[in-house]
């Protein structure tokens, strides 16, 4: 079973500049997450879709970053303008609808530089 | 809200030492409890996993038993390998009273193991 796929891997930009990230989910899972993750801390969740609704954004802050899940299939996180405070790693997750566990799984991430 | 409070590291130890990664947790409800692995260069991986109060998670030598009365779910493993070095993070997931994860993980910091030969 193919996992979560993640593109690109590493991004370096100058801030004031704008960024996407895409991501793959598992097939057949409805469920799919952005996290962000800074050097040091753990995972903070941004937006979680439920097929191509958004269950909960309230953590995403609005006025740069903006996501989309078109068909309920892939996503994509948009940054515009970067803040030097952006530099992290952005994290895509996918889970089943409704699974007891709530487990995720996991990309490797696309790890953004803001210069 | 929700929370996680993992101990301060990072950790160091030999190999064949026991571990012991602290984890406490707030939250209401019913959570699912969880850690997480992730090794250089990789991405997260579920490590070992519990659902309800006294059950206790285990996978390739690791173990963490849900306690309910001190609201903890601390990571062990009674003898480490230089492979274990990776970084470790407790999660939870909020359930509703049926069982029915929220679906969103809250994690803790993380803690960096690394263990020499």
């Known amino acids: ?115 | 809200g929700d929370s996680v409070t993992q101990m301060e590291g990072p950790v160091t130890l030999s190999e064949e030492a026991f571990l012991t990664i602290n984890c406490t947790y707030t939250a209401t409800g019913y959570p699912s409890l969880f850690w997480y692995v992730q090794y250089p260069g990789e991405g997260l991986q579920l490590l070992l996993k519990a659902t309800k109060a006294d059950d206790k998670g285990s996978n390739k030598g690791f173990e963490a038993t849900y306690r309910k009365e001190t609201t903890s779910f601390h990571l062990e493993k009674g003898s480490v390998q230089v492979s274990d070095s990776a970084v470790y993070f407790c999660a939870l997931s909020g359930n509703n009273a049926g069982g029915t994860s929220y679906g969103k993980l809250t994690f803790g910091q993380g803690t960096i193991l690394t263990v020499h030969p």
């Not at chain 1, 439920?50 to 609005?62: E, I, M, R, Y």
Request: aromatic share 10%; charged share 20%; hydrophobic share 35%.
């Open chain 1, 1 to 115: 079973e193919a996992g979560v796929a993640q593109s690109p891997r590493y991004k370096i930009i100058e801030k004031r500049q704008s960024v996407a990230f895409w991501c793959n989910p598992i097939s057949g899972h409805a469920t799919l997450y952005w996290y962000q993750q800074i050097l040091g801390q753990g995972p903070k969740l941004l937006i979680q879709f439920q097929n191509n609704g958004v269950v909960d954004d309230s953590q995403l802050p609005k006025d740069r970053f903006s996501a989309e899940r078109l068909k309920g299939v892939d996503s994509t996180l948009k940054i515009q303008p970067a803040k030097l405070e952006d530099s992290a790693v952005y994290l895509c997750a996918s889970s089943h609808r409704g699974i007891r566990t709530g487990e995720l799984f996991f990309g490797e991430g696309s790890r953004l530089t803001v210069l």
